[in-house]
């Protein structure tokens, strides 16, 4: 679902949606999805007590300055926002794929002690994000020539949102 969110928003600023940035954005995030729990899965014994310590404050750090980031450039010149355009380099898409998958590799960790495949179990997920970050995609420039900026804004404190849930569930405030 944060790959969901954040490809919202990216489809919000996008004028035109390419398939080769759509495929992109798929590749991205399904990729990054699908790997970390196979990290997850095999490094069980050696590094999951040290990654499990922090995971909740990474995500809940890049959560919050990509959400805030988001929200601030929706309150800047129109002009400005007019110019931009959105980015598929590995450059952008790298941390906020990285942001998006770091807590499948608490289940790939959880895997590790289950009777399943987890070639099969990771398959499924990175295709299952991939086609969640396409419409994603899809949905934000349906609504973004309309309700850019206050989709914008939303989708920032939404992500913002998801970083605090994160860390509030890991520090065991709250339990869903």
């Given at each position: 679902?944060?790959?969901?969110?954040?490809?919202?928003?990216?489809?919000?600023?996008?004028?035109?949606?390419?398939?080769?940035?759509?495929?992109?954005?798929?590749?991205?995030?399904?990729?990054?999805?699908?790997?970390?729990?196979?990290?997850?899965?095999?490094?069980?014994?050696?590094?999951?007590?040290?990654?499990?310590?922090?995971?909740?404050?990474?995500?809940?750090?890049?959560?919050?300055?990509?959400?805030?980031?988001?929200?601030?450039?929706?309150?800047?010149?129109?002009?400005?926002?007019?110019?931009?355009?959105?980015?598929?380099?590995?450059?952008?898409?790298?941390?906020?794929?990285?942001?998006?998958?770091?807590?499948?590799?608490?289940?790939?960790?959880?895997?590790?002690?289950?009777?399943?495949?987890?070639?099969?179990?990771?398959?499924?997920?990175?295709?299952?994000?991939?086609?969640?970050?396409?419409?994603?995609?899809?949905?934000?420039?349906?609504?973004?020539?309309?309700?850019?900026?206050?989709a914008q804004i939303i989708g920032?404190?939404?992500?913002?949102?998801?970083?605090?849930?994160?860390?509030?569930?890991?520090?065991?405030?709250?339990?869903?």
């Open positions: 679902m944060d790959a969901f969110a954040v490809s919202i928003g990216k489809g919000l600023t996008v004028k035109r949606l390419r398939v080769m940035d759509a495929l992109k954005s798929a590749l991205w995030f399904g990729g990054f999805q699908a790997l970390f729990p196979i990290l997850g899965y095999f490094a069980t014994s050696t590094f999951s007590r040290y990654v499990t310590a922090v995971d909740h404050w990474i995500i809940f750090f890049l959560l919050m300055l990509i959400g805030g980031s988001m929200v601030r450039e929706a309150f800047e010149e129109d002009e400005e926002n007019a110019k931009e355009t959105p980015e598929f380099d590995w450059h952008h898409m790298l941390p906020i794929a990285f942001a998006c998958s770091i807590d499948a590799f608490a289940v790939g960790v959880s895997f590790a002690f289950m009777n399943l495949n987890i070639w099969l179990s990771a398959a499924i997920i990175g295709v299952t994000t991939g086609l969640f970050a396409v419409a994603g995609l899809c949905i934000g420039r349906l609504f973004g020539s309309h309700w850019q900026k206050p920032g404190f939404v992500l913002m949102l998801i970083g605090v849930k994160v860390l509030l569930e890991h520090l065991s405030i709250i339990g869903f």
